[in-house]
């Protein structure tokens, strides 16, 4: 089994090909091609960490769509003086399907 570990914004994620994953939101298109910096590579047995090998690694991706995360709700409160803060926060991201890795 081939499978990569990439970094995709500010995480690292292990993917394959056929994996979708959802990212922090990025700069393309729905429908277009991006290429994710690999940190490690595994095919089979034969595991590749160094810079200089990883660096010939081409991990493509298709961008399936944007959309955006879960809403979640940040609340503050401070006993005993009437101070109480409620703001909402949802994400951007980006799904992708990983389709090579060479």
């Known amino acids: ?4 570990v ?13 994996t979708i ?5 990025l ?5 277009g091609s991006i290429q994710l910096p690999a940190l490690l590579l595994v095919d089979g047995d034969k595991v590749t960490h160094e810079a200089e090998a990883l660096a010939k690694v081409k991990v493509t ?3 399936l769509g944007n959309l955006r995360g879960p809403k979640i709700v940040i609340q503050k ?16 991201l980006t ?8």
Do not use: C, P
């Open 61 to 63: 991706a298709t961008v």
């Open 27 to 31: 700069k393309a298109q729905a429908g």
């Open 21 to 25: 994953v959802t990212l922090d939101r």
């Open 77 to 92: 409160y401070k006993n005993k003086t009437g101070y109480k803060k409620r703001q909402g926060f949802r994400a951007d």
């Open 6 to 18: 990439v970094r995709a914004g500010g995480r690292q994620e292990k993917v394959s090909v056929g």
């Open 95 to 102: 799904r992708v399907q990983v389709t090579e890795i060479k």
């Open 1 to 4: 089994m081939v499978y990569a």
